[in-house]
């Protein structure tokens, strides 16, 4: 089945630790997106990739990065420097043209500072 | 800046009746406007997809309609069921760009 994968569902990261989250597409999508959900907030963009090896912070990129080597591939590390990291995290991919575009989602990762 | 505004924040329905989201963007310049459905603790599905060129897509229940020169997209849900319930959210994809901008979404429930 095509879809994007996250993981792990549940990460609890100690203080002053940096911590990866995965997320995998099979979808042969060029983009992909990395957003952070808080409640009543909605969902905010962390980074986003067009391309391999390319990528553009989004409007909180800040104590968050990201790589693109592979086009299946765009792990996010939260680092110590984001001070308020616990949120649900989802990635998203989608083509890369002018019009039809349409989105998909991962089921989301949800990270906790314990 | 392109912003996006849903309402209601909060919808609360009998079962079987019809029901329209609201779903507003402030720069008309779009490629194209998404509709997703979100259930608790799990990732969107999306629901509809609509081209800046389309006025309204269909699917089953589900029927989207979007006004660009108003900058304004209504999701309508025919002969609701307590199945529905779950949060709903629109994205517009801004002309130029490959960001999604979000709303905060509409906390739908129906009452069986």
């Known amino acids: 089945d095509g879809g994007i994968t996250q993981s792990p569902k549940y990460l609890f990261r100690k203080e002053g630790q940096n911590v990866t989250l995965s997320c995998e597409q099979n979808?042969?999508?060029?983009?992909m997106y990395w957003y952070r959900q808080d409640p009543g907030q909605g969902l905010r963009l962390i980074y986003y990739?067009?391309?391999?090896?390319?990528?553009q912070k989004g409007d909180i990129a800040e104590g968050y990065s990201v790589s693109r080597e592979k086009k299946e591939s765009f792990p996010l590390t939260v680092t110590s420097a984001q001070k308020n990291p616990t949120a649900f995290y989802l990635c998203a991919s989608s083509t890369v043209s002018r019009g039809w575009t349409e989105a998909f989602f991962g089921q989301g990762t949800r990270l906790t500072v314990v | 800046k392109q912003e996006v505004t849903q309402i209601p924040a909060a919808l609360s329905v009998p079962e079987g009746e019809n029901l329209v989201l609201n779903c507003s963007f402030t720069?008309?310049?779009?490629?194209?406007l998404q509709w997703f459905r979100q259930d608790p603790g799990k990732g969107l599905t999306s629901l509809l997809l609509?081209?800046?060129?389309?006025r309204e897509q269909t699917s089953g229940r589900l029927n989207a309609s979007l006004d660009k020169s108003s900058g304004r997209s209504t999701l309508y849900i025919a002969a609701s069921q307590p199945g529905d319930s779950a949060t709903y959210l629109c994205a517009v994809r801004a002309s130029g760009t490959y960001k999604y901008i979000f709303g905060t979404g509409t906390r739908l429930k129906v009452l069986a």
């Open positions: 990739s067009q391309i391999v090896n390319d990528f």
């Open positions: 609509i081209q800046s060129s389309q």
């Open positions: 979808l042969n999508h060029d983009a």
């Open positions: 720069d008309s310049a779009i490629y194209n």
